[in-house]
């Protein structure tokens, strides 16, 4: 090969480099938050590996070759596999083909309805054109780019940017039977003292719930839950800096909570609880939503693909209320309807929630699991687990974590981000402090 050549397969064609692949694909699912989202939860396409390419793409940079040889990564460097469902039989048989004259491979259910596809990420990343008369190909090309740093999210006037760092809910819990025992009762002083501590620890938003959501708790009324949460947000929506969230299942008491000064609601139920709840949402057009999962009493048949199409289905009820998907944040839902080893299962797959789209909540803060893990500690004794789950959603693809414990999560985040999203600046420049590290 001549000095500075390249193998016939890498040498630069128009419209074929690494960045022009890219923006085809980004340009093919530009309008992924216009879509319906029905097709979206009909496929359910989800990102099964993880790919750790930083390594890989600074050692081929090592070598001083051109940058269009880069491509190389593309074609052999990783591999892509989707998960996807509702195909039908002529779809599943165009995608097969296709696949297998890319150098891909599609495996099937004996049905066809539910498929795994594998192909390197050029070949992944081709597929939408190969495919563009089908509606399917969308939600690949959606599963694909979704995966990155989802749009900020503005409420009220005040924004929560994903992907530089991993933001913080402080939790505040206006309730006398909290699970983890941290519940102030109807001590309004006490709530807006422990939300402006949170705040100054470096939380970014605060979640003010008047309602346990613990196993075998007693449900409450709105007026009564309404006669908890009001008085501490009449107290703090002045003072606080950041957003203000009302933890409710109630549309009555998230009606209150919006006219009170929330920006945001976070529902147990994802929309899919009261009816009302949508509706009184959509009609606040700066205020967000989280959608958590809670499917209790349910045999799952597939963890991940059954908590995935929960929440796409609560994306369908936010898109037909008027609730553009930018507004909303989705949660797993640790620790709600799961065991303990389903909890486990869903930290490990986690990242396969990342082709939704959205931002991505997650709320393990000493919940009964870490409980089992540790030998029977109680809540108030689960913050080193707790830090380790939120360190490892934050590996896995969460964009934002709520916690009890905001000071110590916020420090062990600031470690994890660095190797997680990029070292900081600041630590580049820093010389070895002494032949020990």
């Known amino acids: 090969m001549p000095s500075g050549g390249a193998p016939a397969g890498l040498r630069p064609r128009t419209g074929n480099t690494i960045p022009q692949r ?72 165009a995608l097969e083909r296709s696949l297998s004259e890319a150098g891909g491979a599609l495996l099937t259910s004996p049905n066809w309805e539910r498929a795994v596809i594998f192909a390197p990420l050029m070949v992944a990343g081709e597929l939408p054109a190969r495919l563009a008369t089908d509606a399917l190909t969308t939600e690949v090309a959606a599963a694909l780019t979704g995966r990155g740093v989802p749009p900020p999210l503005s409420v009220r006037g005040q924004r929560l940017e994903f992907g530089r760092r991993t933001l913080v809910m402080g ?37 003010i719930g008047g309602e346990s959501t613990r196993p075998k708790s007693t449900p409450i009324s709105a007026a009564e839950e309404l006669e908890r949460v009001l008085p501490v947000f009449a ?53 967000g939503v989280v959608v958590m999962h809670n499917q209790r009493g349910v045999d799952y048949a597939d963890l991940m693909a059954d908590i995935s199409a929960w929440l796409r289905q609560s994306l369908v009820v936010a898109n037909e209320a008027g609730i553009v998907a930018e507004r909303v944040v989705i949660d797993p839902g640790f620790g709600f309807g799961k ?8 930290m490990r797959r986690l990242g396969e929630l990342r082709g939704i789209g959205r931002p991505i909540l997650v709320g393990p803060s000493r919940k009964s699991t870490i409980g089992f893990l540790t030998g029977g500690l109680p809540p108030d004794e689960r913050l080193e687990g707790g830090i380790a789950l939120a360190t490892l959603a934050a590996s896995a693809g969460a964009h934002m974590v709520r916690v ?15 190797v997680i999203r990029g070292t900081p600046e600041y630590i580049l420049s820093l010389p070895a402090p002494g032949p020990t590290g």
């Open 22 to 93: 890219r923006q085809a694909l980004i340009d093919h699912s530009r309008a992924v938050n216009g879509l319906d989202p029905r097709v979206a939860a009909r496929y359910n396409v989800r990102l099964l590996l993880q790919n750790s390419e930083g390594g890989l793409r600074d050692a081929v940079a090592q070598l001083g070759i051109p940058a269009y040889a880069l491509m190389a990564i593309a074609r052999f460097g990783a591999v892509e596999a989707l998960a996807l469902q509702g195909l039908s039989s002529d779809q599943a048989r």
């Open 339 to 346: 065991t303990p080893a389903q909890n486990l299962e869903l």
């Open 235 to 287: 107290a703090l929506s002045s003072r606080s800096s950041v957003p203000l969230s009302i933890d409710t299942r109630k549309a009555s008491v998230a009606a209150a909570g919006i006219a009170a000064g929330a920006a945001m609601v976070n529902d147990v139920w994802g929309l899919q609880g009261d009816p009302e709840m949508a509706p009184v949402i959509a009609a606040h057009s700066n205020v």
């Open 404 to 418: 009890h414990d905001v000071s110590e999560t916020v420090r062990a985040l600031k470690v994890a981000d660095a």
């Open 171 to 207: 939790i505040v819990n206006v309730t006398p039977d909290s699970f983890s025992g941290d519940g102030v009762g109807s001590d309004v002083d006490a709530a807006v003292d422990r939300a402006v501590a949170l705040i100054d620890a470096g939380a970014d938003v605060i979640d």
